[in-house]
């Protein structure tokens, strides 16, 4: 079952009211396990001397966690955020709308969007009779929002809640462009930056999400 917008109900609320974020109520081993295949990932791009496919791995990684910072906060501010999962749905929650499972997702998105693009990342569609045609990267990015975006509309409409959407005016169509856009972008243009400005733009944006994090969870914010 899909769910293409949020509905605004009593029980979508009172489903984030019970939210216990960093419980380990629900904790099991698959935690490990997870954390293991990620790191097998990584590293074996490192030992390869893939830097490229690293960095797109930390540039979509680096956006996801100030999306998930940025939903806290609005929670926090509003009482409801804009995306949160449920309890039942995960081993861990390490803020309202993510929870482990999904963030390690996260962590490989940029890596496989990255390693979907052509050989040649120069390469441009439509690009015939005079026209500049379109970048393959872009519509890499574009494809995988969309289909990141579905699919999350299917986690929302699971029986154990994996995704709750509150607001009746966010849902698949603000997530697509708003949030599932800027991820893949992020992962498919900062590896062919110029050496200097992708240090610069990882440096700044990891850098952001260790601030936000070391000074808003103990100040109970997100």
């Known amino acids: 079952m899909f769910i293409f917008w949020g509905d605004g109900s009593q029980e979508a609320k009172s489903l984030v009211d019970s939210i216990v974020v960093r419980s380990t109520e629900n904790f ?87 390693k979907m693009l052509p050989q040649d990342r120069t390469k441009r569609y439509f690009a015939k009779n005079g026209r500049k045609g379109i970048s393959c990267k872009l519509v890499g990015a574009i494809e995988m929002a969309l289909l990141f975006a579905l699919f999350e509309s299917f986690l929302a409409g699971t029986s154990n809640h994996s995704f709750i959407w509150v607001y009746k005016w966010w849902g698949v169509i603000p997530v697509f462009i708003t949030t599932y856009i800027p991820f893949f972008l992020a992962s498919n243009y900062v590896p062919d930056m110029k050496p200097k400005a992708r240090r610069i733009f990882l440096i700044t944006e990891w850098s952001l999400v260790a601030v936000l994090l070391i000074v808003l969870i103990p100040l109970g914010i997100i």
């Open 28 to 114: 099991n081993w698959t935690f490990i396990f997870i954390l293991a295949v990620v790191f097998y990932v990584y590293w074996s791009e490192i030992h390869k001397k893939n830097k490229e496919i690293v960095i797109a791995g930390l540039a979509l990684y680096g956006v996801h966690w100030l999306y998930e910072i940025a939903n806290a906060i609005i929670g926090h501010i509003t009482g409801y955020p804009l995306w949160s999962v449920s309890n039942e749905s995960t081993t861990f929650i390490l803020l309202i709308g993510v929870c482990w499972e999904l963030s390690m997702m996260f962590s490989l998105a940029g890596i496989i969007s990255f």
